[in-house]
């Protein structure tokens, strides 16, 4: 058997580079402890209430530099991450950063502030290509915990 891993970044991309990244971090062990999906009726759509481990992971992820949309879900969280250069040319983050940096960051700074590794050792990226894409991201987040509900939650394993 193969004990190479599978490679899930884009060969001979520069994750560094301006651009729109669409990415997902599961817990690990898959053990809900972010959040729980709360009020689903007939008229009422679910909505995410966090855990005090979801709290600490929501105070980080609006400290993302570039963050743009996220959710957090019982399991597992999705992120819309836009690198660009500010009006001086410079990165939004203090330097260069690649999406893995700032993500390995934020998951360094959750098992420090929280005592315990919450999150798996990887996490899965999409390149956003267009409008039409970011589109598509921005309501599967949106919809993120009505899936749930239905159980109709997919995302890459």
């Not at 884009?10 to 817990?27: E, H, P, Q, R, V």
């Not at 957090?72 to 250069?85: D, F, Q, T």
Request: proline share 4%.
């Amino acid at each position: 058997m193969d004990s190479k891993r599978k490679r899930i970044r884009l060969a001979n991309y520069d994750y560094s580079s301006c651009g729109l990244y669409f990415i997902t971090i599961c817990t690990k062990d898959r053990k809900c402890i972010l959040s729980r999906i709360v009020g689903q009726d007939a008229y009422i759509l679910p909505k995410v209430e966090l855990t005090d481990i979801g709290k600490t992971v929501e105070k980080h992820i609006k400290l993302i530099p570039g963050i743009d949309s996220y959710v957090i879900m019982p399991n597992h969280i999705h992120l819309i991450i836009i690198k660009s250069k500010s009006k001086d040319g410079k990165m939004w983050a203090s330097c260069p950063t690649s999406i893995s940096c700032d993500i390995r960051s934020f998951k360094t700074v959750i098992t420090k502030n929280v005592g315990v590794s919450v999150f798996q050792p990887r996490f899965f990226d999409h390149i956003i290509r267009n409008e039409q894409d970011y589109i598509a991201h921005l309501e599967y987040i949106d919809e993120n915990p009505q899936k749930w509900v239905e159980g109709k939650d997919e995302y890459i394993d």
